[in-house]
């Protein structure tokens, strides 16, 4: 990249790593039992230790939670970066693709079914989102070739009979509703560490995308433009859209269906760094964590002991941010 | 070529490659469709490296589509692509990338990259090392537009993204570039920097290759021109030999004429009406009295000669312009016994002969001789007023006589001849004896009546 970009890359980067760390240590110190920073510090140092009250918070209900928070917020942001610029649509975020709505469906049946054991929801999810991708996908095939139009058209289709059936569910199995509910609107409540080992897979995925910064440039003047660039798009194409499925498939089979940062974040970010993938990749990843993490800790303080869901935080606070992006005349 | 490859602009040869010698480019006898739609047809043709050849032809000829075959974006439904003697299907598009180069026709990116990252883009088919790579900043100042380095490529002119995009397509470093349409956005100034950027280019040794409409920058800039037709190759070769008048009439279905003027060769248009010719006029002319009315008349699809005319009038000019049949004198002579003889002759082929306001004198009376025998003939003779006053001999009386009707001025007998529809062949019927002679038509009702005939008149003088 350029010398304007890598000005511009490293700042961003700095900036948003030291802002991604004050809201994990804010995360970890607040909630009903606060925690001072230097009581953090000694914690972390510490490592599990059984049989101390401060200890169990920090280590068994606090860090699984917010690194879960980190690991989805970025995984949304990322898949936000490549669907939006891969569609050259700014509205695009990662639930177009119809993927959310396959991994809520699994979800969906997961609880109906009374598969308690969380993972078994989780895996439900994550093979309802790729199995869903691999449909929309099937769709805008043609010719070896993948129609981003029409996919996209096809997983805003796929995404209403999936909560078409999800809501059929809902109905049926009335006694459940209010966990399908709860998982439908996206929550960090009672996270522990087996969902940070899911959430952990996303992290080769936020990789990858790394090593096709200058493919990703190229493919913003268009498919063609970059063919005759001397991009491989097809493969490009093929392996960023598995690589947002992915991500998406991921972060919503442990959180729930969580709206807004996959869409906001990456325009807050090419306002700051740009639209060069260099800068914007990285920037986004560690900013939707950052915002993922504070949204989590909102949820489960503001009206604490109870808690708001997630997903309703995010998009209390996204909503008028991106009317007021929208309004500023953003083409990017 | 005008060229000679002496600059080795192929900068390293791809393994894969045939060694022996082969053309820069080879299409065999490529048929290409969209779909069930075929585009291209029968097209077969060869570039040798140092090349500068244009390619024209109308909207929808399959320009475009040809670029895009050579850059291996399509593939040929049958026949083939070599670019230097491999299939264009067997390049991976980053060795392809490194051979060709093209400039879009429609270019434009909704991000806020700035001009440098845009032409640094280029380069993705050289890889990593900056040192392959080249520096956009010196491409850009190659082109003359360093300053736009750092501004941002949305904030451009339409002139300026065309440089931009040209210094990006440049910076793949390719012995071959590709430009559809460069110069259709840009104004007279640009459009000519353009061209003479890239016969620098081409001097330099890159082969060039370029789309474009204006077939008179075709004919100034090009060593070759490809004239494409409805899918097929219609000429091949030297600009002044392609774009002969015939094949552009073919082509594109409009009269076009060759002009030389300083040393330079240029074609002008007009609107041409296809399938029945309206008639035959003679026009009896001389010093420019006669040459608007020829345009507007070949434009309205007359079949038009004249006479007799002096070389070097500025009549005569004009009628060999637009490729008339003329009798023709030396220039400065009075008209002599061949001249008069062949000026009969297209008379008396004529569907109707018109005199324009020229002055008559000794010179050219025979002129009104000829039209007035014209009028014995049958044909009939419409005469411009004005040639009354220009007349220091008296020849126009005879005329008059004759049976010859006068208008008032040249649009009043545009608009009769316009109005009324000359028998292709042969002359409306109008016997010299039954022949009213128009009056004088007032000056402020010079058109004809409804039927369309000249007004009746009395006889003049």
Not at chain 2, 78 to 90: C, D, Q
């Amino acid at each position: 990249m350029s010398k304007l970009a890598r000005t511009g890359t490293w700042p961003g980067i700095l900036l948003v790593s030291g802002m991604l760390a004050v809201c994990l240590v804010l995360a970890l110190a607040l909630g009903p039992a606060p925690l001072s920073v230097g009581r953090i510090w000694q914690l972390l140092f510490a490592g599990p230790v059984p049989g101390d009250l401060d200890n169990a918070i920090f280590w068994q209900i606090r860090m699984p939670r917010v690194l879960t928070a980190a690991l989805v917020g970025a995984a949304l942001a990322v898949s936000g970066v490549i669907l939006q610029d891969l569609f050259l649509n700014p509205l695009t975020d990662p639930y177009v693709t119809g993927v959310s709505s396959g991994a809520a469906l699994g979800a969906t049946i997961g609880i109906v079914l009374h598969l308690s054991n969380l993972s078994w929801i989780t895996v439900l999810a994550i093979v309802g989102g790729l199995g869903t991708l691999a449909i929309v996908w099937m769709a805008a095939r043609r010719r070896g070739r993948i129609d981003v139009f029409v996919l996209l058209l096809a997983g805003v289709t796929i995404a209403y009979l999936a909560s078409a059936v999800v809501t059929v569910l809902m109905i049926k199995a009335n006694q459940d509703m209010t966990a399908i509910i709860y998982w439908l609107m996206g929550s960090f409540s009672g996270r522990g560490w087996p969902d940070v080992r899911i959430a952990l897979v996303t992290i080769p995925f936020m990789v990858l995308p790394l090593f096709f910064t200058r493919e990703m440039d190229i493919m913003l003047q268009g498919e063609k433009r970059a063919l005759e660039l001397g991009v491989e798009v097809e493969r490009t194409k093929r392996m960023l859209l598995v690589t947002a499925g992915v991500l998406t498939a991921l972060a919503v089979s442990v959180s729930g269906i969580i709206g807004f940062v996959g869409l906001v974040v990456p325009h807050i970010v090419r306002l700051l760094v740009g639209p060069g993938h260099r800068g914007l990749l990285p920037v986004s990843l560690l900013a939707g964590a950052s915002m993922m993490v504070v949204a989590d800790l909102l949820s489960r303080t503001v009206i604490a002991p109870n808690e708001i869901p997630v997903g309703v935080v995010t998009t209390f606070v996204g909503a008028p941010l991106f009317v007021y992006l929208l309004r500023r005349g953003r083409r990017a | 070529m005008a060229t000679p490859p002496d600059h080795p602009a192929v900068p390293e040869p791809s393994p894969e490659r045939e060694t022996r010698h082969a053309p820069l480019v080879a299409l065999k006898n490529v048929d290409f469709a969209y779909d069930e739609r075929p585009v291209l047809r029968r097209i077969s043709f060869t570039l040798e490296a140092g090349d500068f050849v244009g390619i024209v032809g109308p909207n929808g000829s399959g320009k475009s589509t040809l670029v895009d075959l050579i850059d291996g974006i399509h593939q040929p439904v049958a026949g083939e692509v070599l670019v230097k003697g491999l299939a264009t299907r067997r390049y991976k598009r980053k060795a392809m990338a490194r051979e060709v180069a093209l400039v879009p026709q429609h270019f434009d990116l909704d991000f806020d990259l700035a001009v440098r990252e845009v032409v640094e883009m280029g380069a993705y088919c050289r890889g990593k090392d900056p040192a392959a790579c080249g520096d956009p900043e010196l491409m850009l100042a190659r082109l003359g537009v360093a300053e736009l380095a750092s501004r941002r490529f949305s904030e451009l002119s339409g002139g300026e993204k065309q440089l931009a995009v040209l210094a990006q397509a440049l910076m793949q470093q390719a012995p071959l570039l590709l430009l559809d349409e460069p110069a259709s956005a840009l104004d007279v100034s640009h459009q000519l920097r353009l061209f003479d950027l890239l016969k620098e280019l081409n001097a330099g040794g890159l082969t060039v290759l370029c789309i474009l409409h204006d077939l008179n920058l075709a004919l100034h800039y090009f060593d070759k021109l490809l004239v494409l037709s409805d899918g097929e190759v219609a000429a091949f070769g030297p600009p002044d030999e392609v774009l002969a008048p015939e094949v552009v009439e073919a082509v594109y279905g409009v009269r076009a004429y060759l002009h030389r003027h300083a040393g330079r060769t240029y074609l002008t248009f007009s609107p041409r009406l296809r399938g029945e010719r309206r008639g035959r006029v003679h026009l009896v002319c001389g010093g420019g009295t006669g040459a608007g009315m020829m345009r507007e008349l070949v434009d309205a699809g007359y079949e038009v000669t004249a006479g007799v005319l002096n070389a070097l009038d500025t009549d005569e000019e004009t009628g060999s312009e637009l490729g008339l049949h003329m009798a023709v004198e030396a220039p400065f002579s009075p008209v002599g016994e061949e001249a008069h003889a062949e000026n009969l002759q297209l008379m008396r082929a004529a569907d109707l002969v018109v005199v324009t306001a020229v002055p008559v004198s000794h010179g050219n009376a025979r002129n009104l001789e000829a039209a007035r025998d014209a009028l014995a003939a049958g044909i009939p003779v419409w005469a411009d007023e004005g040639v009354r006053a220009s007349d220091f001999v008296g020849a126009v009386a005879g005329l008059a006589e004759g049976g010859a009707q006068f208008f008032a001025g040249e649009e009043a007998l545009l608009a009769a001849v316009r109005g009324r529809s000359l028998p292709g062949g042969r002359a409306p019927v109008v016997s010299p004896a039954a022949a009213r002679v128009a009056a004088p038509a007032a000056a402020d009702d010079p058109t004809p009546t409804a039927s369309g005939d000249p007004p009746p008149g009395e006889a003049a003088t």
